[in-house]
């Protein structure tokens, strides 16, 4: 698994930062923004997979881990800076944990909200997978 990571643009001075996303930074068009925030240090989040859609996930303020798994290999990456965001492919499962008490996340995805593109099962997870790889072969 390829994990990509996005660098924004950060400018800062005495008055504070600013932080900048543009959609020819991207390597897809953005069509959905939204925020994670007042999440319980306790409950992970996500634990599913996305047939088709592709997003861009970074911590804005705070820190948390993400994991990424691609039914072969699995990563924990820490999320706590905001500059940096990282790429969550399709078909790519992911969790999200361990967040600070003043955690917010930003998620920039190239569709809109489509129930249907979500596996939030895992088992069903790695047939979806089987299933891609048989085709391919």
């Known amino acids: 698994m390829k994990l990509t ?8 001075d005495s008055r504070g930062e ?14 959905r923004v939204y925020l994670l925030k007042k999440l319980k240090t306790d409950l992970p989040r996500g634990f599913h997979a996305h047939k088709k859609l592709k997003q861009i996930i970074f911590c804005i303020q705070g820190e948390c881990s993400l994991i990424l798994d691609d039914g ?7 999320l ?8 969550i492919d399709r078909m790519i499962w992911h969790e999200m944990l361990n967040f600070t008490d003043d955690c917010i996340l930003m ?15 895992y088992e069903e997870f790695l047939k979806e997978l089987k299933s891609i ?3 391919i072969l």
């Open 18 to 31: 600013l932080i900048s996303i543009e959609n020819n930074m991207l390597s897809f068009e953005m069509k």
């Open 107 to 121: 998620v920039l995805a190239d569709d809109v909200y489509n129930e249907s593109d979500y596996i939030r099962n």
């Open 72 to 78: 072969q290999t699995k990563s924990e990456i820490l």
């Open 80 to 87: 706590n800076d905001n500059q940096n965001g990282i790429l």
């Open 133 to 135: 790889e048989s085709k």
């Open 5 to 12: 990571d996005y660098k924004f643009n950060k400018v800062s």
